[in-house]
């Protein structure tokens, strides 16, 4: 079968092709799961008349964000070529399962461009789009995070639902992360109000350690990342701190042309929101922001790549404090 994943919601996609991965045989999970990244043309027909093994089921997971984005045709396919891939696609062997995925970077200004043959080619077969939640759809995100606790068997009330997307905000693999936790703490009782408090970090102190980061008040900031510590782990810490200063580099660096409510529906976010940050970012230097954010980004890298000689949480607080 063919699946074509696509969106900016990058827990939702790789949850979903995750349920695929936990359907393989684990004894042949090195044969039958294989993943390419943007493969050229002629790899991409011969990866689609691969031939399963005789271990059963074979998953292809074929990211090809390159092919789908951009506003140049340099990365697209010509018409012949596109029916080649239609012809091998339509070929694929029946105990072989092929997911494209067109994941966008949270961190990136890329879109995918409908109007690419190869885009229309795939939205032929299982398409589905993963678009993020925005924070101001609550009941929807309410919903994702019952349906979420449905399947890790955790006992949440609507009040407590309503608490933890309150509390932990509305990054999925946060609330994700948050849910885990509470399952491990509540054992087989209903969570409280007075777990998630206990529990979980909360949307306050993540929000009141990067302040304290962009206005460089740096022993300020110490204090905050300690007691962060106590109930994330650092390369969490990391993921929410990249996503609150992906959007404050988009506020300071739009706030030279536009209004706060232009700004607001330019990167989609509650026009109060806007105004408060623009009046927080006032006196904060956008090549700062960008300067702390690499600064995130190469400790983020050490650490998953093994080349860090320090601690984890010392490596993180080594790029903050820099």
């Known amino acids: 079968m063919i699946y074509f994943f696509y969106g900016d919601e990058e827990f939702n996609i790789s949850n979903e092709i995750k349920k695929f991965k936990e359907k393989l045989d684990k004894n042949f999970i090195e044969m039958s799961y294989k993943c390419y990244n943007n493969p050229k043309f002629a790899d991409l027909v011969a990866i689609l008349k691969t031939q399963p093994m005789m271990f059963g089921k074979m998953l292809i997971e074929i990211n090809c964000l390159s092919y789908l984005s951009g506003k140049s ?37 890329k879109k995918i461009d409908k109007r690419k043959k190869f885009f229309k ?27 979420q ?12 639902v309503s608490n933890i997307l309150i509390q932990v905000g509305s990054n999925l693999r946060m609330l994700d992360s948050e849910l885990e936790k509470l399952k491990i703490f509540s054992g087989n009782q209903a969570v409280t109000t007075e777990m998630i408090k206990e529990i979980c970090v909360t949307n ?12 460089e008040n740096k022993v300020k900031a110490l204090e905050e990342y300690q007691k962060l ?9 990391l993921s929410v701190l990249h996503t609150l200063l992906h959007s404050k580099i988009q506020i300071k660096a739009y706030s030279v042309k536009h209004s706060p409510d232009e700004i ?18 006032k006196n904060v230097s956008l090549k700062n922001l960008v300067k702390l954010k690499e600064n995130l980004t190469n400790a983020e890298y050490k650490i998953k790549s093994g080349q860090s000689s320090l601690d984890v949480d010392r490596e993180v607080e080594y790029a903050v404090l820099q």
């Open 73 to 109: 045709d340099d990365k697209s396919f010509d018409d012949k070529q596109i029916a080649q891939i239609a012809e091998a696609l339509d070929g694929c062997s029946e105990n072989l399962d092929v997911i494209f995925v067109g994941q966008i970077p949270p961190d990136s200004q």
């Open 264 to 281: 607001a529906k330019l990167i989609n976010m509650h026009p109060f929101r806007v105004k408060m940050e623009v009046q927080k970012l």
């Open 204 to 215: 306050e102190d993540l929000f009141v350690f990067a302040d304290y980061l962009i206005t």
């Open 149 to 160: 606790a449905k399947t890790k068997d955790l006992k949440l009330s609507a009040e407590a």
């Open 229 to 237: 510590l106590s109930k994330k782990h650092p390369l969490e810490i």
């Open 121 to 147: 080619l795939l939205s032929k077969y299982n398409a589905k789009e993963f678009p993020q939640i925005p924070s101001y759809k609550t009941a929807e995100l309410e919903a994702w995070i019952k349906q």
